[in-house]
């Protein structure tokens, strides 16, 4: 080809989106072509990656990766902004996930593909170890012990061996700054904290990166996820349920809790040995309304009347796990609810959405740019989430970063099966949705891996 030809390697130039402990498990080497790796901590990293090697980029053809394509949809639109010379990058479509869908036997790529799920890292059927212990450099790849850096808490490759002879590590970014200042706390959530003397102070702010993760006044904001309760909860049960969750993501997200607009009755089941009974046992009373909190729904079932009694009243029916099924009307009240609430206690980044709570965030992404510019969405988190046969569905793949959070063994969420949220999983673009499974039932997990698998996913956004 003639030199200034788009297929010339001269003029292609391969960028990495993703982070620094990404990239060490697994890359793309295409012969002749310069494959850049920004080698950052954090997605967030990237645009002054990009401000300060912009020459790197300026007048080349840039084909950027990332895991699923989320990433490189935002910073490639960022690279076009720069104007003139910057008007050819493209993208993997799908990212690395999808090209390993094609070429089983990994193609180009080599290694592994790091995933924010409970699998970590998925490879192909090349076998070829990229990574390397970071204390004695022998070949190694797998992340699942977790390890983190002391100072700054991006993962590391240590070893077996070298993980029995130590538990503190400095990860090669800390070690090319020169952050080795001796005896340091753990460090939880992303935030440094440590003493320094003035000198130190100066030498460490100097670089923009290392920078990033002191606290500063002009600390980038935290995300905002408005929070959507389950059938017959409140803000209030929820907020409390969740109280393991926003503490643990206390520095990197503000969850907001409101409760759904449909107001539901007071009911109780009757236990009483009297078979098709619905009369209470002697002696048995429900406790005065006055002193239980109002029970919400986002979707009700067709027949509810909307009116709510002022006392407690037994249910005409034994509960029935799969009750969510009929609940489908209320929809369209509970959008105009949630477009004012995003109008009055807005903006919000992403939605987290637990049983029907998903179920109704699911049902705003299948409305895609319908509800521009009054709702609009970065990202979704969906617990025990489940999908509705409604025509707000479609048959159209959902295009919105989401995040799948669920049992993973038939029987251990008894309300919503794992069978019923990985399909709404499936209702998500290829490439647009992560997958956390867990071994609990009906709840959100907090514990390890689970919680570093959330905020991954919450980092790319910050």
Same mark, same amino acid.
């Given at each position: 080809m003639k030199n200034g030809s788009p297929t010339d390697d001269k003029q292609l130039v391969l960028l990495d989106a993703r982070n620094?402990?990404?990239?060490?498990?697994?890359?793309?080497?295409?012969?002749?072509?310069?494959?850049?790796?920004?080698?950052?901590?954090?997605y967030s990293d990237l645009p002054s990656w990009i401000d300060d090697n912009s020459e790197l980029l300026r007048g080349k053809h840039v084909l950027m990766y990332c895991t699923g394509g989320i990433r490189c949809e935002m910073a490639s639109a960022y690279i076009r902004s720069k104007g003139a010379g910057f008007e050819n990058v493209f993208q993997l479509y799908g990212g690395i996930q999808r090209y390993l869908e094609q070429f089983p036997d990994g193609g180009f790529f080599r290694g592994k593909n790091f995933v924010f799920d409970h699998r970590i890292s998925v490879g192909s059927s090349d076998t070829s170890i990229m990574g390397a212990c970071l204390i004695c450099g022998s070949s190694y790849d797998n992340y699942s012990s977790r390890c983190r850096c002391t100072h700054c808490r991006i993962l590391v490759l240590v070893c077996d061996s070298c993980q029995i002879k130590s538990d503190a590590y400095v990860c090669e970014l800390c070690q090319k700054h020169r952050m080795d200042f001796g005896s340091i706390p753990?460090?939880?959530?992303?935030?440094?904290?440590?003493?320094?003397? %003035?000198?130190?102070? %100066?030498?460490?702010?100097?670089?923009? %990166?290392?920078?990033?993760?002191?606290?500063?006044?002009?600390?980038?904001?935290?995300?905002?996820?408005?929070?959507?309760?389950?059938?017959?909860?409140?803000a209030s049960s929820f907020k409390g349920r969740s109280a393991s969750l926003a503490k643990k993501l206390k520095s990197i997200a503000e969850l907001v809790f409101i409760d759904a607009p449909h107001e539901l009755p007071f009911i109780y089941q009757s236990c009483t040995e009297a078979k098709n009974s619905c009369a209470p046992p002697s002696g048995q009373h429900a406790p005065p309304p006055e002193n239980c909190k109002r029970k919400y729904a986002w979707l009700v079932a067709s027949d509810f009347g909307g009116k709510v009694e002022a006392d407690w009243k037994i249910a005409n029916q034994p509960f029935d796990p799969l009750q969510y099924q009929g609940q489908t009307d209320g929809f369209d009240v509970s959008l105009a609810y949630l477009k004012k609430m995003f109008s009055e206690q807005g903006p919000?980044?992403?939605?987290?959405?637990?049983?029907?709570?998903?179920?109704?965030?699911?049902?705003?992404?299948?409305?895609?740019?319908?509800?521009?510019?009054?709702?609009?969405?970065?990202f979704v988190i969906l617990c025990s989430g489940f999908a509705l046969p409604l025509a707000d569905f479609?048959? %159209?793949p959902i295009n919105c970063p989401s995040l799948h959070i669920f049992g993973s063994d038939p029987g251990k969420d008894r309300q919503i099966t794992s069978h019923t949220s990985r399909y709404l999983a499936s209702r998500f673009e290829d490439g647009c949705s992560v997958i956390i499974e867990h071994e609990?039932?009906?709840?959100?997990?907090?514990?390890?891996?689970?919680?570093?698998?959330?905020?991954?996913?919450?980092?790319?956004?910050?």
């Open positions: 620094l402990y990404e990239t060490r498990i697994g890359k793309f080497h295409a012969p002749s072509v310069e494959t850049l790796d920004p080698g950052i901590r954090q753990s460090v939880e959530d992303g935030e440094l904290a440590t003493v320094l003397d %003035k000198n130190d102070l %100066k030498t460490v702010c100097s670089d923009s %990166k290392i920078s990033s993760q002191l606290p500063s006044r002009n600390a980038p904001r935290k995300l905002r996820i408005l929070c959507l309760h389950g059938f017959r909860q409140n919000f980044d992403g939605i987290l959405g637990f049983s029907q709570g998903a179920a109704m965030a699911a049902l705003l992404c299948a409305q895609g740019d319908k509800l521009k510019g009054e709702i609009d969405l970065r479609g048959q %159209k609990f039932g009906h709840i959100i997990p907090t514990r390890s891996p689970y919680m570093d698998n959330i905020k991954d996913f919450l980092r790319r956004f910050l």
